[in-house]
């Protein structure tokens, strides 16, 4: 089962209420900090989800904004969450910069809703296929940092796949991305077979965006969606570029990403059309 408190969920979320607690009652950076005895860069960092606060820096910012003792337990309680390490951040060395966050997030999203033109999403990837892809990069990796790269990917597919059914996983693979050849025949039989297998779960949706469909909203690149059960976490867009990716927060740009996912999806074959265009690719491998 993965885990439910994650301490990149849990340092964004105090950010939130930090950023919100300091304009509500008008406090100066500088004041506030001076107060906590803290640096005014330490507070940005804070407020900004970039640094694992100590739970008696948010004391003493609690007291200053005087914040009552309920809700200063509740937001302690965050710091002390948001200084746990996460399983992934022993792969920091092998993750894209920002992934880290993004795995961080994923690990307490209660609905996964991605899209991908030319590849097969990074959840749904068999370690032969995964292995095809890194090895096709420009800069390829020594054989222990490949092996490092796959076993990330492989711990995020245990916990997310295999937990307990409340998470939701919606992914649409564009034709071409079942088609290409990635790794040669072998694999990518093996790939597709993978995916089929997959369809079949209660917890995931598999939609395919045919040729046929033509042109569409998302040509520009793939992204990925989080949707979070508690109130208190919004909505995230992933945009993943090659050296890093792109989190979209704010409810206006987070909503054209939900928008064109709606366009996809609408014009996406339903999941068993998913399922047999797979088999037919199969056979005629």
């Known amino acids: 089962?993965?885990?439910?408190?994650?301490?990149?969920?849990?340092?964004?979320?105090?950010?939130?209420?930090?950023?919100?607690?300091?304009?509500?009652?008008?406090?100066?950076?500088e004041d506030a900090a001076r107060y906590a005895g803290i640096a005014p860069a330490t507070l940005s960092r804070i407020e900004a989800a970039t640094h694992a606060p100590k739970p008696a820096d948010i004391l003493a910012l609690c007291k200053f904004y005087e914040v009552d003792e309920e809700k200063t337990e509740t937001l302690v309680?965050?710091?002390?969450?948001?200084?746990?390490r996460g399983?992934?951040?022993?792969?920091?060395?092998?993750?894209?910069?920002?992934f880290d966050v993004y795995v961080g997030l994923e690990e307490e999203a209660d609905e996964l809703r991605?899209?991908?033109?030319?590849?097969?999403?990074?959840?749904l990837q068999t370690p032969d296929y995964m292995r095809a892809v890194v090895l096709a990069d420009l800069e390829v990796p020594d054989e222990a940092e490949l092996e490092r790269r796959i076993?990330?990917?492989?711990?995020?597919?245990?916990?997310?796949?295999?937990?307990?059914?409340?998470?939701?996983?919606?992914?649409?693979?564009?034709?071409?991305?079942?088609?290409?050849?990635?790794?040669?025949?072998g694999v990518m039989r093996g790939q597709l077979e993978h995916l089929h297998d997959l369809s079949r779960r209660n917890a995931m949706t598999l939609q395919v965006l045919p040729f046929t469909a033509g042109a569409h909203p998302g040509m520009q690149t793939g992204f990925?969606?989080?949707?979070?059960?508690?109130?208190?976490?919004?909505?995230?867009?992933?945009?993943?570029?090659?050296?890093?990716?792109?989190?979209?927060?704010?409810?206006d740009e987070v909503a054209i990403y939900v928008r064109t996912f709606?366009?996809?999806?609408?014009?996406?074959?339903?999941?068993?059309?998913?399922?047999?265009?797979?088999?037919?690719i199969l056979t005629g491998m």
């Open 262 to 280: 709606d366009q996809l999806r609408a014009r996406a074959t339903g999941p068993d059309e998913a399922r047999l265009l797979i088999e037919r």
């Open 151 to 185: 076993s990330v990917r492989m711990q995020r597919q245990e916990n997310l796949l295999n937990g307990d059914g409340r998470r939701q996983i919606w992914a649409i693979i564009h034709e071409a991305a079942l088609r290409l050849q990635v790794g040669g025949p």
């Open 1 to 29: 089962m993965a885990n439910r408190t994650s301490p990149t969920v849990r340092r964004r979320r105090l950010a939130r209420e930090m950023r919100q607690l300091r304009r509500t009652t008008k406090k100066s950076r």
């Open 114 to 123: 991605s899209y991908q033109p030319e590849l097969i999403t990074g959840l």
């Open 77 to 84: 309680t965050l710091a002390r969450q948001s200084r746990q």
């Open 224 to 251: 990925y969606l989080l949707g979070f059960a508690h109130p208190a976490d919004p909505d995230i867009a992933y945009i993943e570029y090659r050296t890093g990716g792109v989190f979209l927060e704010q409810a």
């Open 87 to 98: 399983w992934w951040q022993k792969y920091g060395d092998v993750l894209l910069k920002g």
